[in-house]
């Protein structure tokens, strides 16, 4: 079977090497969405490096169903490859309708090199992989702000905890909860406030908005506010988060800035954090 991500095509063993596909067959090079039944496909945004030397490499997806929400749990058919030769690198079982930027990023060390972290992903009997590097074309300005020096938001998970900024983000203490037993959670945000001209010359930068949603877990999860704002200037949002099964959960905020979701695919600025329940019966 021929495994294909975002143009890049990477055969099993045996298949034959080399055969560039057609672009009518590029998995990202066309729509083809259905309602249901369809395709999720692993994204390579790009990499990043950070303050201690170390990069981030980070993907999102693209799931063709325009109805069909689609759940792949951890496994042989949702795994990752990477320096740590583990399946697990924090990446989602739950995949939206349409395409999602930069929901989880891979840390790799300063002496990565040309190696590769690669997600594989199988849905409706159909695998895709696609594989993150270091190429120097493929670095983004995800942290130290764009061409107009427009920053990522900077999000906390506790009063005080820890900042987070850019699509590596930031992890909370892990939490406990029960079955149908609502708990708040909170968020601390804040931003540069810089316009981003290309969408609002001349203008003034809209506030932060905050998105939570499901990331890992096995059943439903139910946000009374899944949306909301804070200034600029910084603010915090807190919602009513209920687990209908027990198991283990991770909810993700994404914080966006004036540029909007998934930047104008300028891949900057937006900011992810995460939150690990244990729920109880």
Known sequence: MLLVGAGVAVAQPGAA???????????????????RGGTVTPVYEGWYPQPDGSFM?????????????????????????????????????????????????????????????????????????IPGHLRPDWMVAAITGDANGN?????????????????????????????ET??????????DGTPTSRFRPGGTARPVTLRWAKHRGPGDVQFDEARGTVPNSGGQMSTRVTFTQPGTYVLRVTA???SGVGAGNEQCCWTNGYVEFTVRP
């Open 151 to 179: 920053l990522p938001p900077r999000i906390q998970l506790e009063e005080g905890g820890e900042e987070g900024f850019g699509p590596g983000g930031v992890w909370g203490a892990p939490r406990q909860a029960a079955v």
């Open 57 to 129: 490499l980070y993907f999102g997806y693209y799931n063709r169903n325009t109805e069909e929400v689609v759940e792949v749990p951890m496994g042989p058919a949702n795994a990752v490859d990477g320096p740590s030769g583990a399946s697990d690198a924090g990446q989602p079982t739950i995949f939206q309708p349409g395409r999602a930027w930069g929901v989880f990023g891979v840390e790799v060390p300063a002496d990565f090199g040309d190696g590769t972290v690669v997600w594989r992903l199988t849905v409706n009997d159909r695998t895709f992989a």
């Open 17 to 35: 090497q080399g055969v560039p596909l057609a672009i009518e067959d590029m998995p990202l090079a066309q729509n083809g969405a259905v309602q």
């Open 182 to 191: 609502p708990v708040v959670v909170t968020v601390w945000a804040s931003d």
């Open 256 to 258: 966006n800035d004036d």
